[in-house]
Nanobody, 121 residues
């Protein structure tokens, strides 16, 4: 099994910044794509940003130019730098990855437990 542990959420004023981290641990043969999703109250979970193992990234239109996703493959960790935060960014942010727990296993999807980000004055 692969476990994902997020950190870095909290309360920030509009215009402020936060950096989320997510570390993968456990039985890991290879990690593929990693990413961040979020769910605001009353809304469906939505994609924020993803990054492949070779560093190609993709962003939701609502966060382009403000958020930056990156990863450290040696540490099995993905980051989300969030700048110019807006109240509408308030949500629970979930880390995601697909990974092979063993060389002979298919790719499975794994989710973190979520971390709350609140943007408010």
């Amino acid at each position: 099994q692969v476990q994902l542990v997020e950190s870095g959420g909290g309360l920030v004023q509009p215009g402020g910044s936060l950096r989320l981290s997510c570390a993968a641990s456990g039985s890991i043969f290879r990690i593929g794509a990693m990413g961040w999703y979020r769910r605001a109250p009353g809304n469906e979970r939505e994609l924020v940003a993803t990054i492949t193992s070779d560093g190609s990234s993709n962003y939701a239109d609502s966060v382009k130019g403000r958020f930056t996703i990156s990863r450290d493959n040696a540490k099995n960790t993905v980051y989300l730098q969030m700048n110019s935060l807006k109240p509408e960014d308030t949500a629970v942010y979930y880390c995601y990855c697909n990974a092979r727990p063993r060389a002979t296993a298919p790719l499975y999807g794994y989710w973190g437990q979520g971390t709350q980000v609140t943007v408010s004055s």
